[in-house]
Antibody, heavy 118, light 107 residues
C-alpha cells in the first residue's frame, strides 16, 4: 500500500539550513509526485513546495527564495531544503502524494516536528 | 496567488445535525478544490477532491459542491467522530493555497 514517511533533525538552530526527507513506498516517484505542507503549533496548514512525476517543481511564493526541492527516484526519496531558518519556521512538516490529474493529496505521512531554537 | 477565504472559523453543532463549511476563491478556479479533515495529533485526511468527488471510504454524509469561486462541504447527520478541523485546498496551479480552517465542535 502507499506510504510516505518524513524524517528530519528535530531541532535546528536559527539561521541554519533544514533538510527533510520524504521516503515513499507503494508507488514510484516517476508516476506520482510529492508536496510538502507545514503546520505551526496550533495553526493552519501551509503548502510549501512540490515536485511532480516529470521532475518539475513549484514553490510557495513567500518562501520561494529559501527553498529547494529535489528527488532521488532510485531511493524513492524527496528532499526539501529550507535555508535561513527562523523561529517562525517551527512547525510539523508533512509530505503528501501529489498528482497532475487532480487526484492528489490522497496519502499523507505522519509528519515530523521541527523546532527552530538555539 | 489565489486566496481561499474559508468560513466560519468555528461552529458548534449537535449529533444528527447538518452543517456546511464554505470556501470562496479570490478568482475562478474551476473545480480544482479538495477538502480535508484533521483531528488532533493526526495528519490531514482527504475527504473530497475535484470539488465533488468523495475519497474512497469516506462516508456519504460528506458531500462537496461548487465550482468557479464558491465551494461547500456539507456534513449531514453529524456524528461525534466528525468533530475535527476542516480545510479546503486549491491545487489547480502554483502556488497551492489552503483555507484557514473550520473547527467543528459539539454544543
Amino acid at each position: 500500500q502507499v506510504q510516505l514517511k518524513e524524517s528530519g533533525p528535530g531541532t535546528v538552530q536559527p539561521s541554519r539550513t533544514l533538510s527533510l526527507t520524504c521516503t515513499v513506498s507503494g508507488y514510484s516517484l516517476i508516476n506520482y509526485g510529492v508536496s510538502w505542507v507545514r503546520q505551526p503549533p496550533g495553526k493552519g496548514l501551509e503548502w510549501i513546495a512540490a515536485i511532480w512525476s516529470g521532475g518539475s517543481t513549484g514553490y510557495n511564493s513567500v518562501l520561494k527564495s529559501r527553498l529547494s526541492i529535489s528527488r532521488d527516484t532510485s531511493k524513492s526519496q524527496v528532499l526539501l531544503k529550507m535555508n535561513s531558518l527562523q523561529t517562525e519556521d517551527t512547525a510539523m512538516y508533512f509530505c503528501a502524494r501529489d498528482d497532475y490529474s487532480g487526484d492528489g493529496f490522497d496519502h499523507w505521512g505522519q509528519g515530523v516536528m521541527v523546532t527552530v531554537s538555539s | 496567488d489565489t486566496v481561499m477565504t474559508q468560513s466560519p472559523a468555528s461552529m458548534s453543532t449537535s449529533v444528527g445535525e447538518r452543517v456546511t463549511v464554505n470556501c470562496k476563491a479570490s478568482q475562478s478556479v474551476g473545480r480544482v478544490v479538495a477538502w480535508f479533515q484533521q483531528k488532533p495529533g493526526q495528519s490531514p485526511k482527504r475527504l473530497i477532491y475535484l470539488a465533488t468527488n468523495r475519497h474512497t471510504g469516506v462516508p456519504d454524509r460528506f458531500t462537496g459542491s461548487g465550482s468557479g469561486r464558491d465551494f461547500t462541504l456539507t456534513i449531514s447527520n453529524v456524528e461525534a467522530e466528525d468533530l475535527a478541523v476542516y480545510y479546503c485546498l486549491y491545487y489547480g496551479s502554483i502556488p497551492y493555497t489552503f483555507g484557514a480552517g473550520t473547527k467543528l465542535e459539539l454544543k
